[in-house]
């Protein structure tokens, strides 16, 4: 995948909780995010397993695989705390200090993760720190047979020349049938 200059990003929701790591900040971790133009989105089911007092599959997938981004979703989850959410963050870069870290980590921590994701939305104006805009190709997110409300590929590049201009980047979700097609809407 080096090869060809794509980036592997991993998409988890936030289930269960870990022991705590040291704070650390980095802002050039965050050049080559805001350089890429595509890279590959990967999105997990059952997403981790508690054990040992750590996330296994956080720790296992960076420790094993050349993760550049982690894109975290789900911090509404019942116990899980503003100090949980710090653990995470810091486990993540405890055990690469290159990767990057979305703000779903926790949404309600002012500064979270490395970058902000508004959903299905531009902001007016742009935010003082890196964002990603993330959108869908129609009202959902996946593949869901009766949702027939396609945005035009004239809307999609305007959306995606608007964050641009504004200096983001665009998450677009495609979600393709449980056979791996991807509709011919899009």
């Known amino acids: 995948m080096e090869k060809q200059n794509l980036r592997i990003i991993f ?23 805001r350089d890429d133009k595509f890279g590959m989105f990967i999105h997990w089911g059952i997403y981790s397993v508690l054990g040992r007092g750590e996330w296994v599959m956080v720790t296992e997938l960076i420790q094993n695989y050349p993760v550049s981004n982690i894109w975290f979703d789900a911090d509404y989850q019942i116990g899980y705390s503003d100090q949980d959410a710090i653990n ?15 703000n779903r980590v926790n949404h309600d921590l002012p500064n979270a993760g490395d970058y902000l994701t508004p959903e299905q939305e531009v902001p ?15 009202s959902n997110w996946g593949f869901h047979q009766y949702d027939h409300n396609w945005k035009t590929s004239e809307s999609l590049i305007h959306t995606l020349l608007e ?15 449980a056979d791996g097609v991807i509709p011919s809407q899009v």
């Open 11 to 33: 998409f988890l929701l936030l289930v269960h909780l870990f022991n705590a790591y040291g704070i650390v900040f980095a802002q050039d971790r965050m050049e080559w995010w």
């Open 124 to 138: 007016e104006t742009p935010p003082e720190r890196d964002w990603e805009t993330c959108m869908t190709i129609n």
């Open 88 to 102: 995470l963050y810091n486990l993540c870069l405890y055990l690469n200090p290159d990767i990057i870290v979305n």
């Open 163 to 177: 964050i641009n201009s504004k200096g983001g980047n665009l998450l677009l979700n495609i979600g393709p049938t």
